[in-house]
């Protein structure tokens, strides 16, 4: 079935680390994607997002990188701090059909001090 | 400005009882968003309006669930005769028109049924 899914379920990284974060998708008519963060007992905060006619996109600390050809997304954030501790979830937004979102499972991300 | 907001925060509730949770969008936001989110999972779709009416309710998992908008504004989705697996996170979002533009979400509903 179509879905969105994630290679690691955690991640621990140390303090002022580059950590990575992938994703990988199964549709190949999403044309929209969005990486969003969420701390313990909050609602999803979004990131970043990328849309398929790019490859690559930057933000503050964070770039998220699509590679079409495998159907692969990642987040990197770069020089990560205790508040980067969080779960990140990809979703996808497709061309057609219903106007929602299909969420990944989410990684839990560890900052270690 | 004020972001999306939903009540209650929490909602403890027995078996067979109904529930209503409210959300309040972004003002101006057209589009609005109700997702489920059980314990260490990610976020199941449920029901999407444009306005007040709902295009997409292909989400909602039984006949026990409703939901519905005012005023373009405020939604209310409702549990009927509530079951102990409808215990999860509900989160409400909006975006400015379309899933095709940011969606911002509120903190969410966590409903336990006993």
């Known amino acids: 079935g179509e879905s969105v899914g994630l290679h690691l379920p955690t991640l621990s990284v140390q303090e002022g680390d580059n950590s990575i974060i992938n994703c990988a998708y199964s549709?190949?008519?999403?044309?929209?994607f969005i990486w969003y963060k969420q701390e313990s007992g909050k609602g999803p905060q979004f990131i970043i997002d990328?849309?398929?006619?790019?490859d690559k996109r930057q933000g503050q600390r964070v770039t998220v990188l699509l590679n079409k050809t495998v159907k692969h997304l990642s987040l990197q954030i770069a020089a990560t701090q205790p508040g980067d501790s969080a779960v990140y979830f990809c979703?996808?937004?497709?061309?057609?059909?219903?106007?929602?979102?299909?969420f990944g499972q989410g990684t839990r991300l560890t900052i270690n001090p | 400005g004020a972001g999306v907001s939903q009540s209650p925060s929490n909602k403890v509730t027995e078996k067979g009882k109904d529930v209503e949770l409210r959300c309040d969008p972004i003002?101006?936001?057209?589009?609005l968003y109700w997702y489920r989110q059980s314990l260490g999972q990610g976020l199941e779709f449920l029901i999407y309006?444009?306005?007040?009416?709902?295009?997409?309710k292909s989400g909602l998992p039984s006949d026990r669930f409703s939901a519905e908008r005012t005023g373009g504004s405020v939604s209310t989705l409702t549990i009927q005769r509530t079951q102990q697996e409808d215990s999860a996170v509900y989160l409400c979002?909006?975006?400015?028109?379309?899933?095709?533009?940011?969606?911002?979400f509120g903190p969410g509903t966590r409903l336990l049924v006993l």
């Open positions: 003002s101006g936001h057209t589009a």
């Open positions: 309006f444009q306005g007040n009416s709902a295009p997409d």
């Open positions: 979002a909006s975006s400015r028109r379309t899933s095709r533009e940011t969606q911002y």
């Open positions: 979703a996808e937004n497709r061309i057609q059909g219903a106007q929602k979102l299909v």
């Open positions: 549709n190949s008519a999403s044309d929209y």
């Open positions: 990328i849309r398929s006619n790019m």
